[in-house]
């Protein structure tokens, strides 16, 4: 089984990356081949700085391989390595509709918070992600609730590329934990953890110091009961419930037995202390990883290089079933 999964760059990663992504990427080297991609091409459709674009990329990838990703067991690599995804995005536009695209809730939460520009690109945001699991006929893809949307999309695109063309493209599944596939912001417990969109107090990263994460969940919105169980009027407990059974790896329900009758305080500290340890390991080795540069680039070479092998195969297959091109080219890098 394959799987495929991609992350933005951003020093910025935040427990809810973490818990719904990041952790099924380090479990998925167990389970089948996994590859994993920072999507620098996705990070320009919004306003962005070039220098900072870079050095996000090496962020995320030391974050990630601090949390356990091991280029001997994935492909990891960065996506603008690897041109087959821009060009598998423009031929997959072909069956990809302009009113599917523009039914997109990212789309429309990021445009309405853009100041200058609403670029094409973001519109064509979608169309990409979908290029960037197609190319790998994927059968997989792990990622959090908010992404479900756009793996619908590109389930429709595979399918609708297929009946046009003939069977070339393989139609994924998408994968959301259990446990964790939405985490909320601490101070608005209503809205997703987000670094464009939360508050700064309500939202963990995962390189914030212990003191701070500590800060950030004791200080956490609640409600005015004291019962540790989940609720729909109980979002601010309902979510730290969620946050220290991913943590964990135990049931929700667990939670709630354990922390019965304990209070908000106790349990709050309970939660921070779970959460700091949780992401103490990912620290640690994420300085000694940032720091090498050279050795950061050398992993994403080396992965695009592996990518780049299966990708090219399949925009061969793509190509020839469009009618684009000669039918029996050698490409490049082949
Ligand atoms: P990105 O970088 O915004 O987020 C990375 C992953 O983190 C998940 N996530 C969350 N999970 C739980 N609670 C939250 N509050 C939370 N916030 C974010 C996201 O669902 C995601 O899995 N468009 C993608 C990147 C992408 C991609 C792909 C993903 C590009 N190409 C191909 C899968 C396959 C994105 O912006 O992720």
């Known amino acids: 089984m394959r799987i495929f999964s991609g992350i933005q760059p951003t020093g910025r990663k935040h427990l809810g990356n973490y818990i719904g992504a990041i952790r099924q990427y380090v479990a998925g080297q167990d389970r089948g081949e996994a590859i994993y ?3 620098d091409l996705h990070a320009i459709t919004v306003a962005y700085e070039p220098a900072v674009l ?3 990329v090496y962020d995320t990838a030391a974050i990630l391989l601090g949390a356990g990703l091991d280029p001997n067991r994935c492909i990891f690599f ?3 390595d690897v041109v087959e995804h821009p060009e598998l995005c423009w031929l997959l536009s072909s069956v990809t509709s302009y009113g599917e695209l523009n039914r997109m809730t990212q789309f429309k939460e990021k445009a309405g918070a853009q100041r200058d520009l609403v670029s094409g690109g973001l519109f064509f945001y979608p169309v990409l992600q979908a290029a960037d699991v197609l190319a790998y006929r994927a059968d997989e893809v792990p990622v959090g609730e908010d992404q ?3 793996v619908e999309l ?3 695109v595979a399918e609708r590329f297929n009946a046009r063309f003939g069977e070339t493209l393989v139609v994924p599944e998408v994968r959301v934990p259990e446990v964790g596939a939405r985490i909320m912001d601490l101070q608005q417990p209503d809205r997703k953890m987000s670094t464009t969109g939360g508050t700064p107090q309500g939202t963990v990263y995962v390189l914030d110091a212990p003191d701070q994460v500590a800060r950030k969940i004791r200080s956490s919105v609640t409600d005015s ?3 540790v169980v989940r609720a729909p009027d109980k979002a601010g407990i309902s979510n730290l419930i969620d946050i220290i059974a991913a943590v964990r790896g135990t049931a929700p329900e ?4 354990e922390f019965d009758g304990s209070g908000y305080g106790a349990f709050k500290q309970a939660v921070a202390d779970a959460v700091i340890e949780y992401l103490a390991p990912v620290r640690e080795r994420y300085t000694e990883l940032r720091s090498d540069e050279a050795g950061l680039e050398r992993t994403l070479a080396e992965g695009a290089e592996k990518a780049r092998a299966i990708a090219s195969d399949t925009l061969r297959d793509v190509r020839e079933a469009m009618g684009v091109g000669s039918g029996h080219e050698v490409r490049s890098g082949q």
Do not use: A, F, K, L
């Open 225 to 227: 009961g004291t019962e």
């Open 254 to 257: 667990e939670i709630e037995r």
């Open 37 to 39: 991609c920072i999507v």
């Open 154 to 156: 590109m389930r429709d």
């Open 148 to 150: 479900r949307q756009h």
């Open 54 to 56: 870079r050095e996000s």
């Open 78 to 80: 960065r996506q603008s």
